[in-house]
Nanobody, 125 residues
């Protein structure tokens, strides 16, 4: 059974930084596409960033380009989201998601079969 466990969420002031981590277990394929999504209260879940371990370029939402960086450690089966210059509008529950393949440049909820429970990020002004 595939499990994703996020950590690193916290409350920070605007302009601050956080690093989210996601640990993957139970995944048996060699290729994996991993992503971060977020969902603010009353809003739909939106894609933040996506990365693969088989050479597909990382993809970012326009709202986080230049501020967030996604990375992965294939040996440790971890994916990270470094978030800098945080803004109050970044406040949300952040979810890690995974599937076998990345599709084009999409950051679509429907492309990912495996999801974590989320870690909360609050950015105060």
């Amino acid at each position: 059974q595939v499990q994703l466990v996020e950590s690193g969420g916290n409350s920070v002031q605007a302009g601050g930084s956080l690093r989210l981590s996601c640990a993957v277990s139970g995944y048996t394929y060699s290729d994996i596409c991993m992503s971060w999504f977020r969902q603010a209260p009353g809003k739909e879940r939106e894609g933040v960033a996506r990365i693969s371990n088989y050479g597909v370029a990382a993809v970012y939402a326009d709202s986080v380009k230049g501020r967030f960086t996604i990375s992965e450690d294939n040996a440790k089966k971890m994916v990270y989201l470094q978030m800098n210059s945080l803004k109050p509008e970044d406040t949300a529950m952040y979810y890690c998601a995974a599937d076998r393949l990345c599709w084009g440049n999409r950051l679509s909820v429907g492309d990912f079969a495996y999801w974590g429970q989320g870690t909360h990020v609050t950015v105060s002004s």
